[in-house]
Structures are given as C-alpha cells and as structure tokens.
C-alpha cells in the first residue's frame, strides 16, 4: 500500500460519520426508478442535513435536474453528482501551505478558539515542515493559558523543535518579537506562533492580535505571511460563525480542519468553502503526527460522498 492509498483509506474511515449521515438521508428516496421533483426535494434536504449548506445542495439538486431529470437514477448517481459538485467547490480552495518567504523566517500565525486542537495541529503542521527539510521553530504565544505553553513545550520536545516561550500572563505580541529574532538570527525558515483563542472576550482578543501583527510588520512588512484558523469538524455549523469572526478580527488567510474522524458533520467544511472562498490548507482525521496532511478536494469529495 503506497502512502497516498493508506492516507485515502485513513480519510474515508475518518469520514466514514459524515458519509453515512448523507447516505441515511438518501435512504427510502428511491421508491421510484426515474428522478422527479419529490425525489429532487428529498435529495436537497439530505445534503443541508448533512451540513453541506444550502448554497451546495442547490447546485447538486440543479445538476441532477438538467442532467438526469425523468430519467433513472440510484442512489449511487446522486453520490456520483454529490462528489463532483464537492470537488468543483473545494479545487479553487486546496492550497497546501507553502515556504515562500525571503529572507527567512516564514510566519505563521495560528489562531482559533481554546479547544480546537489548536496546539496539537501546530505539532502536526512542525513535524511536516520538517519532513520537508525545513527548520522549524514554535512561538508559545498563548501566554494567557499556562497548559497552552506548556503543552506546546511537551510537542517541542517530542518533535525536536525549539520553543520560545515567556511567563504566565506575560505580553504575548512581545514574545512574539523575540520568537521572530531569535528565528531570523538562526536562519530558521519557519516560525509558527500560537495565539490566545477566548472569544468570550472579543475586544481583547482583538486588541492582542493586532498588536502581535502590529509588532511582527515592523520585523518585517510582509509578517505575518500566513494566519491560519483551526477548526473542530464536531461545532459543525458553529465552525461557520468562528470564521466569520476570526476573519474580520485576524485577517485570516486560510484554515485547517481538524478532528473529521469524530464527527458526523464533515459536511460543514464544503460550506465553508461555498461560503467563504479561504485557502483550505490541510485536514486532520486522528491523534497521531501523520494524521494531518495537505488538503486534496477529490479526495475529501469521494470520501465525504462515499
């Protein structure tokens, strides 16, 4: 089994939730043998129960229409349409993340709400980079949250990348600037800074966030070259409203998604993209290191359509 089949074997298991909540929709749809308009309604509901959105679930029910209407249809065909639709959304938004900075360091700035797998996908995002022959270094830059260091910490030692981080409540836009010249001195090509996630109180945030890439234009006017967004596949729809406010507060350039393995709301991911148009970078469907990879939209389609 070569790496791509057993990555494609691990995601459809991860989304194996996801398919089965579409495909317990389509169940009893087909009593009769050609597409009409019940069946077409039917179909509709069960994509936007399956939280790929009302946008989404309108071009596949409009695809069927011109394509297969009066015509015989199984629940296979409806898949079919389901997957192609899916990759035609997902194709323009599949960009892995790429070293492009000159001179060093890259930076990524990584937010999302406490909880999200946040901490662990920078691990995850470490370990790729490394894998592709790229320095690495990782700015503890949730300085509000002590288990966020020192979990950060933890994953720097088991991935053999440094960390820098500072004290409990210290000023997280300052470490920040250490982490950039400390990484600029060594000719690190990747930094990548956590940051706090509490949306409960969004002004501050806000206020932190800013002065952070405040602080990093004046290192370099094209820092922060990446801010990524982490999300939980479980909030489902919720996922919908942490972009919106993430964008307009960060200035969030694309996203990762993480835990589909736990959820049977892969869905919201294709409405994300109909909705938003951010770059997906990569997707997670388990605990482990290599259990994140770069987002293909075929892939993630087929799976998701099963």
Same mark, same amino acid.
């Given at each position: 089994?070569?790496?791509?089949?057993?990555?494609?074997?691990?995601?459809?298991?991860?989304? =194996?939730?996801? =398919?089965?909540?579409?495909?317990?929709?389509?169940?009893?749809?087909?009593?009769?043998?050609?597409?009409?308009?019940?069946?077409?309604?039917?179909?509709?509901?069960?994509?936007? =129960?399956?939280?790929?959105?009302?946008?989404?679930?309108?071009?596949?029910?409009?695809?069927?229409?011109?394509?297969?209407?009066?015509?015989? $249809?199984?629940?296979?065909?409806?898949?079919?349409?389901?997957?192609?639709?899916?990759?035609? &959304?997902?194709?323009?938004?599949?960009?892995?993340?790429?070293?492009?900075?000159?001179?060093?360091?890259?930076?990524?700035?990584?937010?999302?709400?406490?909880?999200?797998?946040?901490?662990?996908?920078?691990?995850?995002?470490?370990?790729?980079?490394?894998?592709?022959?790229?320095?690495?270094?990782?700015?503890?830059?949730?300085?509000?949250?002590?288990?966020?260091?020192?979990?950060?910490?933890?994953?720097?030692?088991?991935?053999? &990348?440094?960390?820098?981080? /500072? *004290?409990? /409540? +210290?000023?997280?836009?300052?470490?920040?600037?250490?982490?950039?010249?400390?990484?600029?001195?060594?000719?690190?090509?990747?930094?990548? $800074?956590?940051?706090?996630?509490?949306?409960?109180?969004?002004?501050?945030?806000?206020?932190?966030?800013?002065?952070?890439?405040?602080?990093?234009?004046?290192? =370099?006017?094209?820092? *922060?070259?990446?801010?990524?967004? &982490?999300?939980?596949?479980?909030? /489902?729809?919720?996922?919908?409203?942490?972009?919106?406010?993430?964008?307009?507060?960060?200035?969030?350039?694309?996203?990762?998604?993480?835990?589909?393995?736990?959820?049977?709301?892969? /869905?919201?991911?294709?409405?994300?993209?109909?909705?938003?148009?951010?770059?997906?970078?990569?997707?997670?469907?388990?605990? +482990?290191?290599?259990?994140?990879?770069?987002?293909?939209? +075929?892939?993630?389609?087929?799976?998701?359509?099963?």
């Amino acid at each position: 089994m070569t790496e791509k089949t057993g990555w494609f074997a691990k995601l459809r298991t991860g989304l =194996s939730r996801s =398919s089965e909540k579409l495909g317990g929709g389509l169940t009893g749809l087909f009593q009769t043998a050609r597409l009409d308009e019940p069946m077409l309604e039917g179909i509709e509901e069960a994509l936007i =129960s399956a939280d790929l959105g009302v946008g989404v679930a309108a071009r596949v029910t409009d695809r069927l229409r011109t394509e297969r209407f009066g015509k015989s $249809i199984d629940e296979a065909g409806v898949r079919a349409a389901v997957a192609a639709e899916i990759t035609t &959304v997902l194709s323009p938004v599949a960009k892995p993340l790429a070293v492009t900075a000159f001179p060093r360091p890259q930076v990524i700035l990584v937010v999302g709400v406490n909880g999200s797998g946040k901490t662990t996908t920078i691990a995850k995002l470490a370990h790729r980079f490394m894998e592709q022959d790229y320095t690495v270094m990782l700015a503890a830059g949730d300085t509000f949250r002590a288990a966020a260091t020192e979990q950060l910490k933890i994953w720097g030692e088991r991935t053999g &990348v440094p960390v820098v981080a /500072g *004290p409990a /409540g +210290g000023d997280s836009a300052g470490l920040a600037f250490n982490a950039f010249e400390q990484a600029r001195a060594k000719g690190t090509d990747v930094l990548i $800074i956590d940051t706090a996630g509490r949306l409960q109180n969004k002004s501050g945030l806000m206020d932190e966030l800013a002065k952070i890439r405040r602080v990093l234009a004046k290192l =370099s006017a094209t820092a *922060p070259h990446d801010t990524v967004l &982490v999300l939980d596949a479980t909030t /489902g729809q919720n996922a919908l409203n942490q972009i919106e406010v993430f964008r307009d507060v960060a200035h969030v350039t694309g996203l990762v998604m993480t835990k589909l393995d736990g959820t049977a709301r892969g /869905g919201v991911l294709v409405a994300a993209a109909e909705k938003f148009g951010l770059p997906i970078h990569a997707i997670g469907v388990g605990e +482990g290191m290599e259990d994140l990879r770069s987002f293909d939209a +075929g892939e993630f389609a087929k799976a998701l359509a099963g």
